[in-house]
Protein backbone atom coordinates (compact mmCIF):
# COMPACT_ATOMS: atom_id res chain seq x y z
CA UNK A 1 0.00 0.00 0.00
CA UNK A 2 1.27 3.09 -1.18
CA UNK A 3 1.77 5.84 1.50
CA UNK A 4 -0.55 8.21 -0.21
CA UNK A 5 -3.18 5.42 0.10
CA UNK A 6 -2.47 5.19 4.31
CA UNK A 7 -2.62 8.72 4.51
CA UNK A 8 -5.73 9.52 2.54
CA UNK A 9 -7.46 6.23 4.01
CA UNK A 10 -6.41 7.52 7.75
CA UNK A 11 -8.03 10.77 6.76
CA UNK A 12 -11.22 9.35 5.92
CA UNK A 13 -11.48 6.86 8.57
CA UNK A 14 -10.63 9.96 11.17
CA UNK A 15 -13.16 12.15 9.35
CA UNK A 16 -15.88 9.25 9.68
CA UNK A 17 -15.33 8.99 13.52
CA UNK A 18 -15.57 13.02 13.36
CA UNK A 19 -18.53 12.79 11.61
CA UNK A 20 -20.12 10.50 14.16
CA UNK A 21 -19.68 6.65 12.16
CA UNK A 22 -17.15 5.44 14.33
CA UNK A 23 -17.76 1.84 13.03
CA UNK A 24 -17.25 2.25 9.57
CA UNK A 25 -14.08 4.34 10.73
CA UNK A 26 -13.08 1.20 12.74
CA UNK A 27 -13.60 -1.15 9.79
CA UNK A 28 -10.76 1.17 7.87
CA UNK A 29 -8.93 1.23 10.72
CA UNK A 30 -8.26 -2.29 11.48
CA UNK A 31 -7.43 -3.17 8.18
CA UNK A 32 -5.18 -0.37 7.75
CA UNK A 33 -3.65 -1.27 11.28
CA UNK A 34 -2.80 -5.31 9.73
CA UNK A 35 -1.41 -3.21 6.84
CA UNK A 36 0.76 -0.96 9.09
CA UNK A 37 1.59 -2.55 12.30
CA UNK A 38 4.23 -0.86 13.04
CA UNK A 39 2.62 2.33 12.51
CA UNK A 40 1.82 4.77 15.95
CA UNK A 41 -0.42 7.00 14.53
CA UNK A 42 -2.53 4.46 12.74
CA UNK A 43 -2.35 2.65 15.90
CA UNK A 44 -3.37 5.21 17.70
CA UNK A 45 -6.51 6.20 15.53
CA UNK A 46 -7.72 2.24 15.66
CA UNK A 47 -7.22 2.53 19.77
CA UNK A 48 -9.86 5.34 19.80
CA UNK A 49 -12.24 4.78 17.57
CA UNK A 50 -12.63 0.88 19.50
CA UNK A 51 -12.91 3.86 22.90
CA UNK A 52 -14.95 5.86 21.21
CA UNK A 53 -17.55 2.10 20.43
CA UNK A 54 -17.09 1.33 24.00
CA UNK A 55 -14.59 -1.76 22.89
CA UNK A 56 -12.41 -0.91 25.70
CA UNK A 57 -10.76 -4.55 25.66
CA UNK A 58 -10.02 -4.05 22.11
CA UNK A 59 -8.32 -0.09 22.44
CA UNK A 60 -5.98 -1.50 24.54
CA UNK A 61 -3.24 -3.58 22.13
CA UNK A 62 -3.11 -0.37 19.73
CA UNK A 63 -3.25 2.03 22.43
CA UNK A 64 0.28 0.09 23.87
CA UNK A 65 1.44 -0.35 20.63
CA UNK A 66 1.39 3.08 19.57
CA UNK A 67 3.18 3.93 23.13
CA UNK A 68 5.88 1.46 22.49
CA UNK A 69 6.64 2.96 18.93
CA UNK A 70 7.84 6.32 17.95
CA UNK A 71 5.87 8.74 15.42
CA UNK A 72 3.22 10.17 17.47
CA UNK A 73 3.07 13.96 17.83
CA UNK A 74 3.16 14.96 21.10
CA UNK A 75 -0.57 15.94 21.19
CA UNK A 76 -1.66 12.42 20.39
CA UNK A 77 1.14 10.66 22.80
CA UNK A 78 -0.95 13.23 25.69
CA UNK A 79 -4.25 11.40 24.25
CA UNK A 80 -2.49 8.07 23.88
CA UNK A 81 -1.55 7.98 27.79
CA UNK A 82 -5.05 9.47 28.68
CA UNK A 83 -6.63 6.86 26.17
CA UNK A 84 -4.85 4.07 27.77
CA UNK A 85 -5.22 4.45 31.55
CA UNK A 86 -8.65 5.50 31.23
CA UNK A 87 -9.01 2.52 29.35
CA UNK A 88 -7.03 0.40 32.25
CA UNK A 89 -9.00 1.81 34.76
CA UNK A 90 -12.76 1.34 32.86
CA UNK A 91 -11.45 -2.65 32.99
CA UNK A 92 -10.87 -2.66 36.63
CA UNK A 93 -6.97 -2.73 35.68
CA UNK A 94 -6.06 0.38 38.70
CA UNK A 95 -2.40 -0.37 38.65
CA UNK A 96 -1.99 -0.62 35.16
CA UNK A 97 -3.83 2.89 34.89
CA UNK A 98 -1.69 4.24 37.64
CA UNK A 99 1.35 3.13 35.77
CA UNK A 100 0.06 4.86 32.44
CA UNK A 101 -1.62 7.94 33.83
CA UNK A 102 2.57 8.35 35.51
CA UNK A 103 4.05 7.70 32.62
CA UNK A 104 2.12 10.52 30.95
CA UNK A 105 2.41 12.93 33.96
CA UNK A 106 6.39 12.24 33.61
CA UNK A 107 5.90 13.55 30.02
CA UNK A 108 3.36 16.06 30.66
CA UNK A 109 3.53 17.61 34.22
CA UNK A 110 1.26 19.87 34.07
CA UNK A 111 -1.47 18.31 32.56
CA UNK A 112 -5.01 18.98 34.51
CA UNK A 113 -6.70 15.77 32.43
CA UNK A 114 -3.83 13.28 33.55
CA UNK A 115 -3.76 14.10 37.14
CA UNK A 116 -7.71 14.10 37.26
CA UNK A 117 -7.64 10.49 35.59
CA UNK A 118 -4.67 9.72 37.89
CA UNK A 119 -6.30 10.76 41.36
CA UNK A 120 -9.66 8.39 40.02
CA UNK A 121 -6.92 5.39 39.87
CA UNK A 122 -5.16 6.26 42.63
CA UNK A 123 -8.96 6.33 44.41
CA UNK A 124 -9.70 2.57 43.19
CA UNK A 125 -6.27 1.57 44.25
CA UNK A 126 -6.64 2.54 47.98
CA UNK A 127 -4.74 5.70 47.50
CA UNK A 128 -7.58 8.20 49.00
CA UNK A 129 -5.34 10.98 50.16
CA UNK A 130 -2.77 10.84 47.37
CA UNK A 131 -6.20 11.54 44.85
CA UNK A 132 -7.58 13.76 46.90
CA UNK A 133 -4.30 16.09 47.06
CA UNK A 134 -4.00 15.96 43.16
CA UNK A 135 -7.39 17.20 42.86
CA UNK A 136 -7.42 19.78 45.74
CA UNK A 137 -4.47 21.25 43.95
CA UNK A 138 -6.09 21.23 40.50
CA UNK A 139 -9.10 22.93 42.16
CA UNK A 140 -6.82 25.76 43.69
CA UNK A 141 -4.87 25.97 40.36
CA UNK A 142 -7.86 26.01 37.98
CA UNK A 143 -10.58 27.03 39.80
CA UNK A 144 -12.64 30.70 38.68
CA UNK A 145 -15.41 30.36 41.03
CA UNK A 146 -15.33 33.85 43.53
CA UNK A 147 -16.19 31.62 46.31
CA UNK A 148 -13.30 29.12 45.59
CA UNK A 149 -10.51 31.56 44.76
CA UNK A 150 -10.03 33.06 48.46
CA UNK A 151 -9.38 30.29 49.68
CA UNK A 152 -6.74 28.69 47.28
CA UNK A 153 -4.07 29.62 49.64
CA UNK A 154 -5.69 27.53 52.47
CA UNK A 155 -6.60 24.49 49.98
CA UNK A 156 -3.09 24.65 48.44
CA UNK A 157 -1.94 24.07 52.13
CA UNK A 158 -4.28 21.54 53.32
CA UNK A 159 -3.91 19.75 49.98
CA UNK A 160 -0.38 18.88 51.04
CA UNK A 161 -1.94 17.14 54.56
CA UNK A 162 -4.89 16.87 54.97
CA UNK A 163 -4.96 15.57 58.24
CA UNK A 164 -2.85 18.38 60.03
CA UNK A 165 -4.84 19.60 62.99
CA UNK A 166 -3.62 23.01 64.77
Known amino acids: MSEATRDD?????????EEGRPEEARKTLV?????HPHDAEV???????????????????????????EGLTADDRHGAY??????YRILGRYADAVSTLGRGLAEFPEDGALQTF?????FNTD?????????????ARTSDDPRIRPYRPAIEHYAQDLDQTV
Do not use: F
Not at 31 to 35: D, S
Open 9 to 17: LLRAAVRLR
Open 118 to 122: LAMAL
Open 43 to 69: AYQTAWVHDVLGLEAEAVPYYEQCLGT
Open 82 to 87: LGLGST
Open 31 to 35: ALAAG
Open 127 to 139: HHHEAMRILLKII
